[in-house]
C-alpha cells in the first residue's frame, strides 16, 4: 500500500512539473531525467530483479503504470508546445509591409549582348528571321559553296583554325556558312540574320582576338537590287549610332560571294573631335554562283547580304579602346557597362 502511494506522488509529482515545462529543452531534461539510460523510472526497472517475485509482480505493474502514464504527458506536452511555438511564431513573424524596402543588388546584362538583342530587334522589325549555324564547319560550307577559289589566302592555316583530327573540318571563319545553309533548307523570298562566335588565328592584341562575333544577313527577293541594300544598310547605321545624320559611304571591295562587293564606311568623330572615315561592315549583292550552288535561278531571284563584325560596332558605339575588356568580366566594368533589362 506504502509503494502505490509513492507511485501515485511519484507520477502526480512528476506531472506537475510537466504541466510547468515551457519549452522543447526543460521537456526533453525530463524526459532524460525519468527515461533515460541512468533516469529513475530506467532505474527502479532495473532493480525490479532484486525483488520476491511477488513483490516483483506488484512493483512492476505499478512502476509500469506510471513509465506508461508519463510517457503519454510527455508527449501530450510536446504537442501543446508545439502548437504554442507555431502560434507565436505566426504572431511574431508577420509581414510589415510598410518597412522601406532592403536595398536589392540585381544582375545586368552584359553590354555585348545587350548590343546584339538591339540589332535582332531592329532586323526583326523588318521582316527578318533569326537563324543559327554550327560553330564547327566544314569547307564546303565555309569556301566551296561560297564561290572561293582554292588558291584563296583565307583557306590557309595561317588564318584558319582547321580540326587536327578531322579533314576538311575547321572552325568557321565567318558567319557566311549561314547563308548556304539557310538555302538549302529554304527557298526565297527571305530575309535572315545569323548571330554567332567565329574564328580566325589572328594575334591577340587590343583590336583583335581569334574569336569573335559576327552578325549576318541575307535577303534574297525578285526585284532586289542594290539600292534597296544601300538603303537597308545605311538606315541600320544611322539607328546604331542614334545619329540621323551619320555620314555612311559604300567603298568597292572583294568578297568571293558578293559582285559587287562594297565595305561600308561610317564618318566618326572620336573624343578628341576628330573626324574619321571607318569601316564597319562587308556587303554587297549575292554572287550568281553562290545562288547555282544552292539550285536558285539568279535570273529570277537577287539579293543582298552583309556582315557586321560585332564587337567593332560595340566598340565604336561605347568608346571602348581594348576588345578584351568584353571578355574579361571585370566586376567593375561589368557595372558600369552593364545594362538593364
Ligand atoms: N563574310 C565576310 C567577312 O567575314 C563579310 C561579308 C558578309 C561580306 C556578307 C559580304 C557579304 O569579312
Avoid at 580540326?163 to 557566311?176: I, Q, V
Avoid at 525578285?222 to 537597308?232: D, E, M, Y
Avoid at 543582298?304 to 571578355?327: C, H, P, S, W
Wanted: aromatic share 8%; with cysteine; hydrophobic share 35%.
Amino acid at each position: 500500500m506504502t509503494e502505490t502511494l509513492d507511485f501515485q506522488i511519484f507520477t502526480q509529482t512528476w506531472k506537475i512539473a510537466l504541466q510547468d515545462c515551457a519549452d522543447a529543452q526543460s521537456l526533453e531534461d525530463i524526459r532524460l531525467q525519468l527515461l533515460g539510460k541512468t533516469g529513475l523510472i530506467t532505474l527502479q526497472l532495473k532493480e525490479l530483479g532484486k525483488l520476491s517475485p511477488d513483490l516483483r509482480r506488484e512493483q512492476g505493474a505499478l512502476l509500469n503504470a506510471a513509465r506508461d502514464e508519463l510517457t503519454q504527458c510527455l508527449a501530450n506536452r510536446k504537442v501543446v508546445l508545439e502548437q504554442q511555438g507555431l502560434a507565436e511564431r505566426l504572431r511574431s513573424e508577420t509581414l510589415d509591409v510598410t518597412l522601406p524596402a532592403r536595398p536589392h543588388k540585381s544582375g545586368k546584362i552584359h553590354l555585348f549582348t545587350k548590343v546584339i538583342q538591339d540589332i535582332h530587334t531592329y532586323f526583326c522589325d523588318l521582316g527578318f528571321q533569326t537563324i543559327e549555324g554550327p560553330e564547327v564547319e566544314d569547307e564546303h560550307h565555309n569556301f566551296d559553296a561560297l564561290n572561293f577559289q582554292s588558291h584563296h589566302p583565307a583557306r590557309h592555316e595561317h588564318d584558319t583554325f582547321y580540326l587536327k583530327d578531322m579533314p576538311g573540318w575547321l572552325l568557321r571563319t565567318h558567319t557566311s556558312t549561314t547563308q548556304i545553309r539557310t538555302l538549302k533548307l529554304q527557298q526565297p523570298p527571305l530575309r535572315i540574320i545569323s548571330t554567332g562566335r567565329v574564328y580566325r588565328s589572328d594575334d591577340l592584341d587590343a583590336t583583335h582576338t581569334p574569336m569573335f562575333h559576327q552578325l549576318e544577313g541575307l535577303v534574297l527577293e525578285p526585284g532586289i537590287h542594290i539600292g534597296h541594300l544601300k538603303g537597308c544598310l545605311t538606315d541600320f547605321c544611322r539607328h546604331f549610332f542614334n545619329n540621323k545624320d551619320l555620314q555612311v559611304r559604300f567603298r568597292p571591295s572583294f568578297f568571293p560571294f558578293t559582285e559587287p562587293s562594297m565595305e561600308v564606311d561610317i564618318l566618326y568623330t572620336n573624343t578628341k573631335g576628330e573626324k574619321k572615315w571607318l569601316e564597319v561592315l562587308g556587303s554587297g549583292m549575292v554572287h550568281p554562283n553562290v545562288l547555282r550552288h544552292c539550285s536558285i535561278d539568279a535570273e529570277v531571284v537577287q539579293g543582298f547580304a552583309f556582315g557586321i563584325g560585332v564587337e567593332r560596332l560595340v566598340m565604336l558605339k561605347y568608346g571602348l579602346t581594348d576588345i578584351r575588356q568584353l571578355y574579361h568580366s571585370d566586376q567593375r566594368w561589368l557595372d558600369h557597362y552593364g545594362q538593364g533589362c
